[in-house]
């Protein structure tokens, strides 16, 4: 009789263990849910931002061109030149400038765009009526030409005191909808872009009879949004239908709203596989000893939570690689862009400083152009453009963009050690690495110190390395062994902790190697050890 005692405490206990188990994978299936769905939210705000700023510079570029040439009305020069710009916005349907009058007088789609006005469009009245705003993004609208929906990125043409016009970029709303659906991670996903006024401009699943239509009766518009900037929460039929995980992040400088959303069906579809396969085990082991019972659950219930772990990491860091410069290496290149913008202003008149600063912001954007080239082969999963190159002339033609970078108050060395062997690598991608590197080094030293690059062969293998030390105030050995994890920052609010992990992350990509030398009150040197190219004649060297 005791023993069956024994046996059956053994399987209550078993019994009790296992709903435990279920109870919190469940819960923890959850958890896991929502932070998928904050990271997807995370990712669509920096691209969408990244998109519609690349836009806005575009524009503003374009608008200084109409200031100084003033062509006439559909002008082919003009024309070309708007056809140029719109060669490097795949988002973008249609570039045109609308007159004081409201018509059209330049257009990417002459001659067959009918000559309408547009005067009653909300872009160009609101420009007209406010002299102060210079650019402004419209809800969804639709096109007089019968091209579809669109919406509106409007950069005002004159000063404060004389209105010229505006200059429009189209941006396709299907564009967003390619992108949400390439996004997708698993099933039950849905992924929107919300004007701030609550109407709806894409979305996957595609639901064409819902663009440009308002939402503002959902929570995310009527409780949510008015509470905070960006929030997770669970509702019963939001956009679809069922019970569903929210994610939403508003853009900070721009009127619009990401939108990411997960089915409690799809979260828990592996929890169900889990807590099924629980209660198969449940009912076939109840034969065997209790505490052989218990032993096998934990076992499996450990490794599932691996696996899980395992599997949530390489998400995140897939996500990681897909993002991880946009940021960081953007705001570099429009810091370098925004300093010889602003000596262009305060000197118009000296034209070799002026050239000398519209050359460097030139390089800047063609930069830029290429980063996002390499970021769309990178989404298309296409390979790097691995070049074999001197190490040393890579250096030499980046100094002048680097130099700009660290600032006038440092002193920027470079030792460049002869007859290094030729590197295989992505030249755009290192000249972005090193420009983390330098501006790291700076923001170190405060902005005033001494930043020394060198380039050496490797003493063990003779491989070409590349080295970036700064006389800062170096790291901690708890912070040093944290500096290449992305997100890690010790800048606060400035920083976005992406710097170092883009660069560690290039070097794996093309088989090299990253190390840190730092210690408190000895600075930091951060190497960078590249691999080989196979050796080849007419490789361009410095000197």
């Known amino acids: 009789m005791k023993p069956l005692l024994l046996l059956i405490a053994g399987w209550l206990a078993a019994i009790a263990v296992v709903a435990f188990l ?117 809800a969804p609208l639709t096109s007089r030409t019968g091209a579809g929906w669109f919406v509106a990125l409007a950069q005002r043409l004159g000063s404060a005191q004389e209105f010229q016009g505006v200059l429009v970029a189209a941006v396709q709303p299907t564009y967003f909808e390619a992108l949400y659906r390439r996004m997708q991670q698993g099933e039950g996903e849905a992924i929107a872009l919300f004007h701030r006024d609550a109407t709806l401009i894409a979305r996957f699943p595609a639901a064409e009879q819902d663009v440009g239509k308002a939402f503002g009766h959902l929570p995310l518009f009527a ?139 030139s390089r800047a954007v063609r930069r830029g152009s290429e980063l996002i080239g390499r970021l769309l082969a990178f989404a298309r999963r296409q390979p790097l453009e691995m070049r074999a190159a001197d190490l040393n002339s890579l250096v030499t033609e980046a100094h002048p963009l680097v130099a700009q970078a660290a600032g006038a108050r440092i002193e920027l060395v470079l030792q460049l050690a002869p007859s290094l062997p030729p590197v295989l690598l992505d030249e755009t991608q290192f000249e972005m690495a090193l420009l983390n590197l330098v501006v790291n080094a700076r923001d170190a030293l405060s902005g005033a110190g001494r930043i020394v690059v060198h380039t050496y062969p490797d003493p063990q293998r003779g491989d070409p390395c590349l080295a970036v030390e700064d006389d800062g105030p170096g790291m901690r050995a708890e912070v040093r062994q944290r500096a290449l994890e992305p997100f890690f920052t010790t800048k606060g609010s400035t920083g976005t902790g992406l710097g170092l992990a883009q660069v560690y992350g290039f070097m794996r990509q093309i088989g090299g190697s990253l190390e840190i030398e730092s210690a408190p009150g000895k600075g930091t040197q951060v190497q960078l050890r590249f691999p080989r190219a196979p050796a080849l004649t007419g490789v361009k060297r410095a000197g």
């Not at 006439?72 to 708007?82: S, V």
Request: aromatic share 6%; net charge positive.
């Open 22 to 138: 279920v109870v919190s994978g469940r819960n923890a299936a959850l958890e896991r849910g929502e932070r998928s769905s904050e990271a997807l939210a995370l990712v669509m705000e920096e691209h969408t931002a990244r998109t519609f700023h690349s836009v806005h510079l575009s524009l503003e570029a374009t608008a200084e061109a109409w200031a100084l040439a003033r062509p006439p009305a559909n002008d082919p020069a003009f024309r070309a030149l708007l056809q140029r710009r719109l060669e490097h916005l795949p988002y973008v349907r249609a570039l045109f400038v609308v007159g004081s009058d409201g018509r059209l007088i330049h257009t990417t789609g002459h001659p067959d765009t009918p000559q309408v006005s547009l005067a009653d469009r909300d872009y160009f009245r609101l420009h007209k009526e406010n002299p102060g705003l210079q650019f402004s993004l419209s």
């Open 223 to 361: 409780t949510h949004l008015p509470r905070a900037p960006s929030g997770t929460y669970w509702v019963d039929g939001h956009l679809l239908p069922g019970k569903r995980i929210v994610s939403y992040r508003a853009l900070e400088d721009l009127p619009l709203v990401v939108h990411a959303s997960q089915s409690e069906h799809a979260v828990l579809a592996e929890w169900r596989r889990s807590a099924l396969g629980a209660a198969i085990a449940m009912g076939a082991l109840t034969l065997l000893l209790a505490a052989l019972l218990v032993r096998q659950l934990r076992t499996r219930a450990r490794r599932q939570r691996e696996r899980t772990q395992r599997a949530q990491a390489e998400k995140l860091e897939a996500m990681g690689e897909l993002t991880g410069g946009i940021a960081h290496d953007f705001n570099n290149l429009l810091g370098i862009m925004s300093m010889n913008l602003e000596l262009i202003l305060r000197h118009p008149a000296d034209a070799p400083a002026v050239e000398r600063a519209a050359r460097a912001a």
